[in-house]
């Protein structure tokens, strides 16, 4: 949830989508999101769609969200099942923000209830919410388990005190291992920590620590992000005053290659650009539903959403939300709907990012050449494109936004 939205088309009040779209429901995975607004404090790197408390009113709470997210997810269910065909239970849920754990395990349970009574949960669903280590404890993940929760995914950054001052993070350096160990012993088979590397001031000792920590986490699944610096927020203002550096991306690329050597090593296996997996089993389902161009129903203030090439996007204020769900309309602020030329690009842009590749009949014909082009220059694997598809080289990994680029042409 980015702070600026795409512009689109005006969404229909009732939240009616084209019977275009509801007519594959069901053939593809169908995810639902929910997007928790709450935050104790504001990271200077963050331009996700959230507010501290003193930035809310008593309109804008945890019990006027949960039945504003109530009202949204029951309106979700009434508009697939127009289509008349049965609405497919989730086979994901994904809980982030924001920081969800700060509404604890009791209000955490409420939100998968208000899933279950309205889409209904598949038998073998993953569910996943994303937890800030410092609003964790024992208890709490034993709620969450007692709750139906089955993965959860830990907001690292680093280790190093130093780097976690810059980014404004309020956690103590050891406290993300402590949270995964205590989640693992809660009984949690699937537990992630994400990493941010490239953080102005950050060594690579620093790195190297911050990966030995989720190495003693005993965790299964690693995401890392490298820095980005977005517009609008207080590192963005800090590095324009010439306070703080912008992050190298030679010093990028060489961040992201000893990650990626570290966990390798550990056997961790990277199966998108950014997220590494010990095995099949532990790679993160809702996402890569996403990236496969599955279905889902984003709900909460400012959530995104996409069923069958239509995307829409919900107002972002948390009293807004409440309110327009109160007067019975859909929280939907505006859509786009994708024709086939918008979803093939963007099949294109997702799919390369995965360890499992393109198809190449995906591509035009100068995408084609393009991608014989990017196995001479060492981005493509030869092998993998005689096969029919287009995988990204350990160098195409570290420049995946520029290959994309040249197969989109």
Same mark, same amino acid.
């Given at each position: 949830?980015?702070?600026?939205?795409?512009?689109?088309?005006?969404?229909?009040?009732?939240?009616?989508?084209?019977?275009?779209?509801?007519?594959?429901?069901?053939?593809?995975?169908?995810?639902?999101?929910?997007?928790?607004?709450?935050?104790?404090?504001?990271?200077?790197?963050?331009?996700?769609?959230?507010?501290?408390?003193?930035?809310?009113?008593?309109?804008?709470?945890?019990?006027?969200?949960?039945?504003?997210?109530?009202?949204?997810?029951?309106?979700?269910?009434?508009?697939?099942?127009?289509?008349?065909?049965?609405?497919?239970?989730?086979?994901?849920?994904?809980?982030?923000?924001?920081?969800?754990?700060?509404?604890?395990?009791?209000?955490?349970?409420?939100?998968?209830?208000?899933?279950?009574?309205?889409?209904?949960?598949?038998?073998?669903?993953?569910?996943?919410?994303?937890?800030?280590?410092?609003?964790?404890?024992?208890?709490?993940?034993?709620?969450?388990?007692?709750?139906?929760?089955?993965?959860?995914?830990?907001?690292?950054?680093?280790?190093?005190?130093?780097?976690?001052?810059?980014?404004?993070?309020?956690?103590?350096?050891?406290?993300?291992?402590?949270?995964?160990?205590?989640?693992?012993?809660?009984?949690?088979?699937?537990?992630?920590?994400?990493?941010?590397?490239?953080?102005?001031?950050?060594?690579?000792?620093?790195?190297?620590?911050?990966?030995?920590?989720?190495?003693?986490?005993?965790?299964?699944?690693?995401?890392?992000?490298?820095?980005?610096?977005?517009?609008?927020? +207080?590192? &963005?203002?800090?590095?324009?005053? $010439? =306070?703080?550096?912008?992050?190298?991306?030679? #010093? /990028?690329? !060489? %961040?992201?290659?000893?990650?990626?050597?570290?966990?390798?090593?550990?056997?961790?296996?990277?199966?998108?650009?950014?997220?590494?997996?010990?095995?099949?089993?532990?790679?993160?389902?809702?996402?890569?539903?996403?990236?496969?161009?599955?279905?889902?129903?984003?709900?909460?203030?400012?959530?995104?959403?996409?069923?069958?090439?239509?995307?829409?996007?919900?107002?972002?204020?948390?009293?807004?939300?409440?309110?327009?769900?109160?007067?019975?309309?859909?929280?939907?602020?505006?859509?786009?709907?994708?024709?086939?030329?918008?979803?093939?690009?963007?099949?294109?842009?997702?799919?390369?990012?995965?360890?499992?590749?393109?198809?190449?009949?995906?591509?035009?014909?100068?995408?084609?050449?393009?991608?014989?082009? +990017?196995? &001479?220059?060492?981005?493509?694997? $030869? =092998?993998?494109?005689?096969?029919?598809?287009? #995988? /990204?080289? !350990? %160098?195409?990994?570290?420049?995946?936004?520029?290959?994309?680029?040249?197969?989109?042409?």
């Amino acid at each position: 949830m980015t702070a600026q939205p795409p512009t689109g088309e005006t969404a229909p009040s009732d939240g009616a989508l084209p019977a275009s779209a509801l007519a594959t429901l069901g053939q593809r995975p169908f995810g639902v999101y929910v997007h928790v607004p709450f935050c104790a404090t504001r990271c200077g790197y963050c331009d996700f769609n959230t507010y501290t408390a003193d930035e809310l009113d008593s309109n804008s709470g945890f019990r006027s969200w949960l039945d504003g997210l109530r009202a949204e997810l029951a309106l979700g269910a009434e508009v697939l099942a127009a289509g008349g065909g049965p609405v497919p239970p989730a086979g994901t849920v994904f809980v982030g923000g924001g920081t969800p754990s700060l509404l604890g395990a009791e209000g955490l349970g409420e939100v998968l209830d208000a899933v279950r009574s309205s889409f209904g949960l598949h038998d073998e669903a993953e569910v996943t919410t994303e937890s800030n280590p410092e609003s964790t404890s024992p208890e709490f993940f034993h709620g969450l388990r007692r709750a139906g929760y089955t993965r959860v995914s830990l907001g690292m950054q680093s280790s190093a005190e130093h780097v976690l001052r810059v980014l404004e993070r309020r956690h103590t350096p050891g406290r993300a291992v402590e949270a995964a160990k205590e989640a693992g012993a809660a009984g949690f088979e699937h537990v992630s920590l994400d990493l941010i590397y490239g953080t102005p001031g950050e060594r690579t000792e620093d790195l190297r620590e911050s990966l030995n920590a989720v190495l003693e986490a005993g965790v299964d699944h690693v995401s890392a992000y490298s820095l980005i610096v977005e517009d609008g927020t +207080a590192m &963005a203002r800090k590095v324009r005053r $010439g =306070e703080l550096p912008m992050p190298d991306e030679d #010093v /990028l690329a !060489d %961040r992201y290659e000893l990650i990626d050597s570290v966990l390798s090593g550990a056997g961790m296996g990277w199966y998108e650009v950014s997220n590494w997996a010990a095995g099949d089993s532990a790679r993160c389902l809702h996402n890569i539903g996403y990236w496969q161009g599955g279905d889902w129903w984003g709900a909460g203030p400012g959530a995104h959403s996409h069923i069958g090439g239509v995307r829409w996007w919900n107002v972002k204020h948390p009293a807004r939300y409440s309110a327009v769900l109160g007067a019975g309309r859909s929280p939907a602020a505006a859509r786009e709907v994708l024709d086939t030329e918008d979803q093939r690009i963007e099949r294109i842009m997702l799919e390369l990012r995965l360890a499992t590749g393109l198809p190449v009949d995906v591509l035009d014909d100068p995408g084609h050449l393009a991608a014989k082009q +990017a196995v &001479a220059d060492g981005l493509l694997h $030869g =092998e993998a494109l005689e096969r029919g598809r287009c #995988v /990204l080289t !350990d %160098r195409g990994r570290l420049l995946a936004d520029g290959v994309v680029r040249r197969l989109l042409g």
